[in-house]
Structure formats: C-alpha cells, structure tokens
C-alpha cells in the first residue's frame, strides 16, 4: 500500500468475508492489513482489465472476449504452421 492512503468501509457477505478469509489464510497471510492489500490488488486488477477491454473495443470495434477467442484461434493456427 502507498504511504498516502484513504480509508474505506466495505460490506460485503458472510460467503465473501469467508471465502477472502479462508483464502488469505491458505496463502499464509492473516494479518492486519491482509484484506486490505487484498482489496487494493483486485480493484487494480479489475480497472486494468476493464481499461484493456475499452482499449480493445476502441482499437478493434470487437468484444474483449471475442477478440480473445480470435486471438487464440490465431495462436493455434499458427502452432500447427510450425509443427510441420
């Protein structure tokens, strides 16, 4: 976390609290400031990928995920090119 920080107040569900909960602790963390460090790397996460999808949208008129699904046909395409 930066040294500047802003202090939110969440609520979210008993399934969610249990499962962030459950999986921090199988990672080894647990300790304070464990779910926040959580919570600031999955909304950057999300705002990054929600920025390479506009990207996207904006470079190509085409869907994120279609764009993915042609993008991985061509990968695939390609790979047969080489193994002949």
């Known amino acids: ?7 939110w107040t969440l ?14 602790a199988a990672a080894g ?3 304070m400031g464990d779910i926040s460090l959580f919570v600031e790397d999955a909304v950057k996460a999300f705002l990054a990928d929600a920025a ?3 990207a996207i949208k904006r470079r190509t008129g085409m869907d994120a995920d279609h764009f ?3 993008l991985s ?3 695939q395409w390609a790979k047969l090119r080489r193994g002949r």
Not at 1 to 7: F, G, H, N, W
């Open 73 to 75: 046909q061509v990968r």
């Open 52 to 54: 390479r999808k506009a």
């Open 29 to 31: 963390a647990g300790a």
């Open 68 to 70: 993915d699904r042609a």
């Open 11 to 24: 609520v979210v569900s008993s399934q969610t609290d249990r499962a962030v909960r459950a999986f921090l």
């Open 1 to 7: 976390m930066s040294a500047s920080s802003t202090r």
